[in-house]
C-alpha cells in the first residue's frame, strides 16, 4: 500500500469491531429463521414432536454426504463427540498411538487420549501450518493406528502424502493408519478437486458447527462424514446411547431445527467460501511485500476456505516483537488478532502429563510467529483496507 492508501484505509474506521475469529462465522438472515421456525411449527404436533432423528436430520445428512462426496454423513451435536465416536471405534489398546500436530485445536489431543490411545506429536510445516509429512515418515512405527491431522485454519492438509506414508508402514495387524481429518475450521474448502470431507482422500472426516465456524446450527452442531458404513452405523448408534452397536454410546444429537437451519446454511457455504477467499485475496494485494510478514499460501491442489488470515512474522519479530504488533493492532487500531495456535502441550495440563518428554520444537518456534488477523465473509471492502492499513502501520514502525 502507498502512504496515501494507508492514510486512506484508516481514515475509512472500522465498521464491525472484527475481533480474531469473529463470533459468528457465517451469515444468517430471514431465510435461517424462516427454517427454524417451520422446524418449530411441525415440532408442535403432539405425534411428531422433535424426535427422534426427526426429518430434516436425514436430509441434512444426506446433503451433506453429497456435497462433500462421501457415502455418508452422521450429524452431531459438535465436532468434539464426532472426535470422540470416531477414535473409540479404532478400540485403541494400551501402546497404540495416533500421530497429531502440535499446533492444534485440543480436542484431537482429548480424543486420542479418551479413547485410550498415546498422542504422538507431530511437527507443522512453516509454509501451510499443516501436521508434516516429512515429520509423519519419522515419528510412524509399527504401534500406529491412525494419523490424525486438522485442516489447519481452513487449509487442506496433504491426506495423499500421509495416506502413501501409512501404506509404506502399516501395522502389523491392522494395516495402514487410518486417516481421520480434523475439518472444524475447513467446511468449505477443497483437496484434489474435491471437498474436504471426500470419502477418497480420509476414511473420517469430522466438522464443527460451532458459532465461529464457516458454517452454523444454531451455535452448535458437528458432522462426520465417511465412506466406510460400518463406522457410520457405530457413529450414528453411539449418539443415542449405543444400543444399535452393542457400545457404550451417550447422547449426542443434533436436534431437527438446527438441521433445518444447517440445510439452509449449507446451500450458502460456497458463496460464504468465496466471500472469504474475495476478501482474502484483496488482503494478500493489499499486503504484499510488506516487510517482515509472510502472507497465507496456498498449494495448487487446494481452495483455502479461509476460516483465519494465518501470517507468519519474520524470525527477527518473534516472540516479543509479534505480541507488541498483536498489541497496538488491539490498542491502537481495535483489531484483535489471534495466535492460532500454540502448541497443545503448552495450555493443557492433562495434555501436556500425557505427552510428558515430546517436544516439537518447529512448532514452538512457529507459534512464536504466527499472527492470525480477523477475517469474515461479511467484511466490507473499507473494513479489509483499513485491517491492511493498521497492519503496515504496525509492521512499518
Ligand atoms: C480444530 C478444531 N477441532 C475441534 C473443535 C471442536 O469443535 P466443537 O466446538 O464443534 O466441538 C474446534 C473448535 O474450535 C476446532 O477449532
Redo the contacts with the bound molecule.
Sequence with gaps: MTEQEIQAGLQGGLQVLWRSEPLLGSIYDEEEIAAAVTAMREAMDFTRGFGFSASPIPEFEQAFAKYVGAADAVAVN????G?DMVMRYLNLQPGDEVIVPAC??I??ALAVIGAGGQVVLGECDPLYFQLDPADVEKKISPRTRAIFP?HFNGLSAPLAEYQACAERHPHPVHGPAKIVA?A??ACGGSYRGEKIGCGKHAWATIF???T??NMTTLG???MISTDDLALSAYCRSVRMYGSAAGAWGTSNVLTKVQAAVGLVQLSKLDRFIAMRRSVAALRTKLLQGLPGLQLPCEPADCQHSYYLYTCLVDESLAGPGRDAIMQRMEEEFKVRCVIANRPIYMGHPLIARHTAGQRTMQSEALAERIICVPIHPAMSESDNRYICAALHRCLQA
Excluded at 459438535?78 to 463427540?81: A, L
Aim: charged fraction near 20%.
Design positions: 459438535s465436532c468434539g463427540p472426535l492444534n485445536y480436542a484431537a486438522v480434523d472444524a475450521r464443527s458447527f460451532h465461529m465456524k452448535e452442531g458437528g
